[in-house]
């Protein structure tokens, strides 16, 4: 059964400075997506940066990238310029990837990140 | 315009009852699914329906009970509410090339 650890309860960091989110996961499958959500105190979940496992070049969306290891299983997040608005709670997520649509996607047990301005 | 919209967003009751949330997604897509985040916050599949069909049914108490009338709605039944039901309950949904879910703005169940 395919695993997704987030060894970081909880991170901080000083505002406008750079924090990494690390994620590790386990499967046996070759393609699949990892995804980043973000989750503020109003519960919406909100997708930051997605990878797919075919593409050896790591994502990037405006200051979110992404460290995509796929040998070492792990995938890290990386957010540069931190605004107070990044506060949240952030969750690792693994899908396989199927012909369609079908399958779920399984969560890290999330990384709590604080913003100090 | 909400892609993926959860009813109601906020729903407390008494131990015993039964309740329903629905969840419906104006995005053309064919999968739907409902997750469970409980008080440590941590995100579960419950269940997953694929064209009105029932493809991933998890480990769940059969107080809860899934109905698709249609591919574009997925409601989610519980019977006999317990405290330990008390959780945000999520609705997603995703399209053929399943390479991105969406998220419904959840639903906070409080059981007293």
């Known amino acids: 059964a395919q695993t997704v650890t987030q060894s970081q309860p909880e991170m901080s960091v000083q505002e406008a400075e750079t924090v990494t989110l690390s994620c590790t996961y386990d499967t046996s499958e070759s393609d699949y997506y990892l995804f980043w959500y973000k989750q503020p105190p109003s519960r919406q979940m909100i997708l930051v940066i997605r990878q797919e496992a075919y593409k050896q070049q790591n994502a990037t969306e405006n200051r979110f990238s992404v460290n995509f290891q796929k040998a070492a299983k792990s995938f890290s997040l990386k957010i540069s310029d931190s605004q107070l608005g990044d506060a949240a709670m952030y969750f690792c997520a693994y899908r396989k990837r199927y012909g369609g649509s079908q399958g779920n996607l399984i969560f890290g047990k999330g990384t709590k990140l604080s913003v100090k301005p | 315009d909400t892609a993926v919209s959860q009813t109601p967003k906020y729903l407390v009751t008494q131990m015993g009852n039964d309740k329903s949330i629905k969840c419906e997604q104006n995005l053309g897509h064919d999968t739907m699914y409902w997750y469970k985040q409980d008080s440590k916050k941590f995100l579960k599949i419950m269940f997953s329906?694929?064209?009105?069909?029932?493809?991933i049914n998890e480990t769940v108490p059969n107080r809860f009970s899934p109905k698709s009338p249609d591919k574009a709605h997925l409601n989610l039944h519980i019977n006999s509410l317990e405290l330990g039901d008390s959780a945000v309950y999520f609705c997603?949904?995703?399209?053929?090339?399943?390479?991105?879910?969406?998220f419904g703005e959840g639903s906070w169940l409080t059981v007293v």
């Open positions: 997603a949904s995703t399209g053929f090339s399943g390479n991105t879910i969406y």
């Open positions: 329906y694929n064209n009105k069909e029932l493809i």
